[in-house]
């Protein structure tokens, strides 16, 4: 199974700049990086997803370390609505996925 | 699109007996993923289904099984039920051919508790 390693807990101020560290120091080659955050008594929803190149959506930003054994989710502006548990995961085309614990993110008004 | 959709929301069991969870797959998704979130942990993989065929299995015991229909909707059945499979059980869908380079959709899940 891929491995990650995230902080179990964050806070941020509103309207503030986040960012979530993710390390994945047995990454392979073939395994993309998946972000996913899930609200209180809902099923996870995506974030954002990349390989080797740094990517942006409506959502967030995902910076990918050259060797690619770490990565951050960057959300610009915190909202409260960001609430929430932030899974950083390795998919590969196995087409399965492997949850760590995640990392709560706590944002302050 | 009509999302991921599970049925039934919460269910109450009592130890021993058998449970069938529900789930209808994204339209145009034809692979569907369960898994397993006990409280304050992530979800663990179960199982996968890809065309109607099992595609894929993660730490789970036989009484876990499942199924999948040509309408890629899926099933999972849980036998023997014990305490320690209360959870909130989620499934997934995506498309074969595109994973891992696109997302997954998940459903909001099945509250299941065994008493």
């Known amino acids: 199974d891929a491995k990650t390693t995230q902080p179990n807990s964050m806070e941020s101020n509103e309207e503030e700049p986040v960012h979530l560290p993710c390390n994945h120091s047995?990454?392979?080659?073939?395994?993309?990086i998946h972000w996913y955050r899930q609200l209180p008594s809902q099923g996870p929803e995506y974030v954002i997803h990349?390989?080797?190149s740094n990517v942006n959506n409506r959502m967030a930003s995902l910076a990918i370390a050259e060797d690619r054994k770490s990565s951050t989710l960057i959300l610009h502006r915190a909202t409260l609505r960001d609430a929430a548990v932030y899974y950083c995961?390795?998919?590969?085309?196995?087409?399965?996925?492997?949850f760590g614990t995640g990392t709560s993110l706590t944002v302050i008004p | 699109e009509t999302g991921v959709t599970q049925s039934p929301t919460h269910l109450i069991k009592t130890r021993g007996q058998q449970v069938t969870l529900r789930c209808s797959s994204q339209?145009?998704?034809?692979?569907v993923s369960w898994y397993q979130q006990a409280l304050g942990q992530g979800p663990q993989f179960i199982f996968q289904?890809?065309?109607?065929?099992?595609?894929g299995r993660g730490n789970f015991p036989p009484r876990f099984s499942g199924l999948q229909f040509p309408n890629y909707s899926s099933e999972l059945n849980v036998n023997a039920l014990e305490l320690d499979d209360s959870a909130l059980y989620l499934c997934?869908?995506?498309?074969?051919?595109?994973?891992?380079?696109?997302?997954?959709?998940f459903g909001q899940g099945t509250r299941l508790t065994v008493v």
């Open positions: 997934a869908s995506s498309t074969e051919t595109a994973f891992p380079n696109t997302e997954a959709f």
């Open positions: 047995t990454i392979s080659g073939t395994d993309y």
């Open positions: 990349g390989l080797t």
């Open positions: 995961i390795l998919a590969n085309t196995g087409n399965q996925f492997y």
């Open positions: 339209s145009g998704h034809n692979t």
């Open positions: 289904y890809y065309r109607e065929e099992e595609n």
